[in-house]
């Protein structure tokens, strides 16, 4: 479903329309309603704090699945993997990752890499997260 930033003069029945077709109804602080009429999608993200798909800069689930494919190995040996956790620890991740797995058809591709580091610090669980494009 699509976001939408009702009227200010909405009724409580047209409000009741749109609970029954699934929506969840947030109040707009008055004072950020020229933000939300800008960019509602922002809006909703930076300000009420809840995730939009259309907000998000990434590949959608949708069209991710669109394009997916078996024909692929996983090149990495282990799905967690454990890198920098003591002072003697000297792995890298490339000790982590079968090279033989990818074809050379791919390696002569450009290969794009987002590595997002985690401490896990605050005893949150945080993992590092690697995506390649």
């Not at 699509?2 to 749109?18: F, G, K, R, S, V």
């Amino acid at each position: 479903m699509a976001n939408e930033l009702l009227p200010l003069n909405i009724t409580e029945a047209q409000l009741e329309e749109y609970r029954a077709k699934g929506y969840s109804l947030r109040q707009v602080p008055i004072g950020y309603l020229d933000t939300f009429q800008q960019n509602l999608d922002e809006a909703i993200c930076s300000i009420i704090g809840i995730a939009t798909a259309s907000s998000l800069k990434y590949i959608s689930g949708v069209k991710l699945n669109d394009t997916k494919t078996d024909s692929y190995k996983n090149p990495f040996v282990k799905d967690v993997i454990e890198v920098g956790n003591a002072k003697d620890d000297f792995l890298q991740y490339s000790n982590f990752f079968d090279l033989s797995c990818v074809s050379e058809e791919d390696k002569a591709k450009p290969l794009f890499i987002h590595l997002d580091m985690s401490t896990g610090s605050g005893g949150k669980g945080d993992k590092t997260g690697i995506a390649g494009v």
